[in-house]
């Protein structure tokens, strides 16, 4: 136990004790009174003794309970706190949880956050006083909120300051970065009690205190190298139904006609019934078909047998807890779509999801190669699609006008392939290289590589839908080198053969062989591999994925060539204005909310672009607290945040100041004296 004001309790013990005992030492005054009868001398006598300064203290209950009194109203005015956490180390990194599952209102009708915020608060409020401690929070991306000091009001004000978020709950970043701060804490020079990391010797790393649901997507991913790090568990609510998948297609021989997948799981512990609508620019579809009643059946353990009959027998316990809805309508204009569970519970982000489409257009397609056979292998599959498409050779693309390739700032195709051929002609669009690279920043070719089978394609993705590509031989291709973000599409023993790599304005399938060295033409995939090329890239038959992203991505947008501002329109209704450069790319970061971002250009309405934000995140809605967190493959001290890390005393310290007045006040009152 410690006490936070035990000073002034002193100074006020100094003042009152000594007047209490002065009040039982001074003599009392009394009246000259003439009597008749010496019969109370005696009584008077002892009374003028009991009066008398400097006499022995006689025993007094009520003077006892006085000071009693007394010293219980002190104890309160020092201000004791019962310590129940270990004291702490020198440095402190408070790691605080800001995702979409934080969210979650709990019964008391506060949300996680509010909850890790106030349970941070009283454990920086607790802290001793030259410990030093600094703020991260973290949601897809941390940041600091205050680096390291030992002025308690600013790192609780920094704590006060979090902004929720609708973004995943990820620690790739957020660890690393405590770490780095914590590992070499230096005193900056004039200032007294800052400190940030340098490099040198280490003063000792920093424990770790972390404030979350557990909740975490890629905690068994990380390590903690340095320090110790301690779990406070936040939260209780359980009841959850969300939104966790969503896709938006255009039929691709019927345009004008939408279909609308929406996947809907039950994450709580009881069956549920709701209701799903789907809206278009704000108003229900027209009919019936535009609300759905759903039956979901309580969340299962993974580690369940989906065949496994349940133990009661019930029929309402068989139902499955997820459950696929479809769409479909006729739309010829664009807007928004809008799909909404209508159901109360405790996380209401994952109950609504938005896709921003275009209206049906022609797709265009480019062919650039210079070998007959090649063309031929292109015009056969065009035709096959009856897709309207143009021819150029290599040399014919490189020197074409840009009016010829370039249309409002973008590609006038909505998709270019390319033959044989590196090229750094690359306006804002899709593009499809076999044998070639873009000129771009990451990408090269090395070695080649002879006699190799293919041994995966990732036909989960939409390009790879449907191709076989089992059948399909490549006798050889080049080593490609590739960003991290670049994703594997078609792979051999120890090397990709094809990728999709997507940068700001561009998105690329990089085919590391060439069409003549393969069989790959004279297969079915090959044309079906072309028309989810066309479908996927050319937004033909998909919704363009880059403008649907989650809370906290980066969208880009390409700047029109005489556009001097930028400006997005945000879900919650502010409006954040940036200066941009004609016919470069405008990123903008700040996505943290689920719903819908208007991008405009000189507050031109045909230069504005819709971006959506989505949870769908079955990690986020899952929002059972993590009983058993762990960083890697080991588990972390958890303690519950629930409650507060320090029990202030005075409270009761004044409810036995009453109870002993009550006392006091009956012993007065029936003259008991000892």
């Known amino acids: 136990m410690t006490f936070l004001s035990w000073t002034t309790g002193l100074i006020f013990a100094g003042i009152?004790?000594?007047?209490?005992?002065?009040?039982?030492?001074?003599?009392?005054?009394?009246?000259?009174?003439?009597?008749?009868?010496?019969?109370?001398?005696?009584?008077?006598?002892?009374?003028?003794?009991?009066?008398?300064?400097?006499?022995?203290?006689?025993?007094?209950?009520?003077?006892?309970?006085?000071?009693?009194?007394?010293?219980?109203?002190?104890?309160?005015?020092?201000?004791?706190?019962?310590?129940?956490?270990?004291?702490p180390e020198q440095n402190i990194v408070v790691m605080i949880d800001r995702s979409g599952s934080m969210k979650t209102l709990e019964e008391d009708g506060r949300t996680r956050l509010e909850h890790a915020q106030q349970a941070a608060t009283e454990f920086v409020r607790n802290l001793p006083d030259e410990s030093n401690a600094m703020v991260i929070t973290f949601g897809s991306v941390p940041s600091v909120g205050c680096t390291f000091t030992d002025d308690k009001r600013r790192l609780e004000q920094s704590i006060q300051n979090i902004e929720p978020s609708d973004e995943r709950s990820l620690v790739g970043e957020a660890?690393?970065?405590?770490?780095?701060?914590?590992?070499?804490?230096?005193?900056?020079?004039?200032?007294?009690?800052?400190?940030?990391?340098?490099?040198?010797?280490?003063?000792?790393?920093?424990?770790?205190?972390f404030f979350s649901d557990g909740r975490i997507a890629d905690a068994n991913q990380q390590f903690v190298t340095r320090g110790k790090m301690r779990f406070y568990r936040v939260g209780q609510a359980q009841d959850n139904v969300g939104i966790t998948a969503f896709d938006v297609r255009r039929d691709f021989e019927r345009p004008g006609m939408l279909s609308v997948f929406v996947q809907v799981e039950n994450f709580g512990p009881t069956p549920v019934k709701t209701d799903i609508t789907i809206a278009l620019n704000g108003k229900p579809l027209p009919g019936p078909g535009s609300i759905r009643e759903l039956n979901l059946g309580p969340a299962r353990d993974p580690a369940d047998s989906a065949t496994t009959a349940p133990s009661d027998g019930s029929i309402e316990s068989e139902i499955a807890s997820a459950q696929n809805v479809i769409f479909e309508f006729h739309h010829e204009a664009g807007g928004v779509i809008e799909v909404k569970l209508h159901r109360k519970d405790a996380l209401a982000v994952d109950n609504v999801v938005f896709a921003p489409i275009d209206p049906p257009r022609d797709v265009r397609v480019l062919a650039v190669a210079d070998r007959g056979t090649v063309q031929k292998f292109f015009r056969q599959a065009m035709d096959a699609l009856e897709i309207n498409w143009d021819l150029m050779t290599i040399d014919e693309y490189e020197k074409a006008d840009d009016k010829a390739l370039i249309r409002n700032g973008r590609s006038a195709y909505?998709?270019?392939m390319i033959d044989n051929h590196d090229t750094d002609r690359l306006p804002p669009g899709n593009y499809v290289f076999f044998g070639g690279i873009p000129k771009v920043d990451g990408v090269s070719v090395g070695d080649a590589i002879e006699g190799q089978p293919i041994v995966y394609g990732r036909q989960d993705n939409p390009i790879m839908r449907n191709v076989n590509y089992d059948s399909v031989f490549v006798a050889r291709w080049r080593r490609l080198k590739l960003p991290p973000h670049a994703l594997g599409l078609i792979e051999g023993p120890d090397s990709?053969?094809?990728?999709?790599?997507?940068?700001?304005?561009?998105?690329?399938?990089?085919?590391?062989?060439?069409?003549?060295?393969?069989?790959?033409?004279?297969?079915?995939?090959?044309?079906?591999?072309?028309?989810?090329?066309?479908?996927?890239?050319?937004?033909?038959?998909?919704?363009?994925?880059?403008?649907?992203?989650?809370?906290?991505?980066?969208?880009?947008?390409?700047?029109?060539?005489?556009?001097?501002?930028?400006?997005?329109?945000?879900?919650?209704?502010?409006?954040?204005?940036?200066?941009?450069?004609?016919?470069?790319?405008?990123?903008?970061?700040?996505?943290?909310?689920?719903?819908?971002?208007?991008?405009?250009?000189?507050?031109?309405?045909?230069?504005?672009?819709?971006?959506?934000?989505?949870?769908?995140?079955?990690?986020?809605?899952?929002?059972?607290?993590?009983?058993?967190?762990?960083?890697?493959?080991?588990?972390?001290?958890?303690?519950?945040?629930?409650?507060?890390?320090?029990?202030?005393?005075?409270?009761?310290?004044?409810?036995?100041?009453?109870?002993?007045?009550?006392?006091?006040?009956?012993?007065?009152?029936?003259?008991?004296?000892?």
Do not use: C
Request: proline share 6%; aromatic share 8%; charged share 20%.
């Open 16 to 87: 009152t004790i000594p007047l209490l005992l002065l009040l039982y030492f001074l003599k009392l005054r009394r009246q000259e009174r003439k009597v008749s009868s010496t019969f109370l001398w005696k009584k008077a006598v002892q009374d003028l003794q009991v009066n008398a300064p400097f006499q022995k203290l006689r025993k007094n209950l009520l003077l006892f309970l006085q000071l009693l009194l007394l010293a219980a109203l002190l104890l309160g005015i020092a201000d004791p706190i019962a310590n129940f956490s270990r004291k």
């Open 175 to 209: 660890l690393p970065l405590a770490i780095a701060y914590s590992t070499n804490l230096v005193e900056i020079p004039g200032i007294a009690g800052s400190t940030v990391p340098v490099g040198g010797s280490p003063q000792g790393s920093a424990d770790i205190e």
């Open 414 to 416: 909505e998709l270019v």
């Open 496 to 674: 990709i053969v094809m990728a999709l790599l997507t940068d700001p304005g561009h998105r690329y399938v990089i085919g590391a062989f060439d069409l003549l060295d393969s069989n790959f033409t004279l297969k079915y995939a090959f044309p079906i591999f072309i028309q989810n090329a066309v479908g996927y890239l050319a937004s033909g038959g998909l919704v363009d994925i880059a403008r649907m992203i989650r809370p906290g991505a980066t969208l880009s947008v390409t700047v029109p060539g005489d556009a001097t501002e930028a400006k997005v329109l945000r879900p919650d209704g502010h409006t954040d204005t940036s200066p941009v450069r004609a016919g470069g790319v405008f990123s903008y970061a700040r996505t943290r909310e689920v719903g819908v971002y208007r991008v405009s250009f000189n507050d031109a309405a045909e230069t504005s672009e819709l971006f959506a934000a989505n949870l769908l995140d079955p990690g986020e809605s899952m929002i059972e607290p993590n009983e058993k967190f762990s960083i890697g493959s080991e588990a972390v001290e958890a303690v519950s945040a629930e409650t507060t890390v320090n029990r202030p005393l005075w409270p009761y310290a004044v409810l036995a100041a009453i109870a002993i007045l009550l006392i006091e006040w009956w012993v007065y009152n029936k003259r008991v004296m000892i």
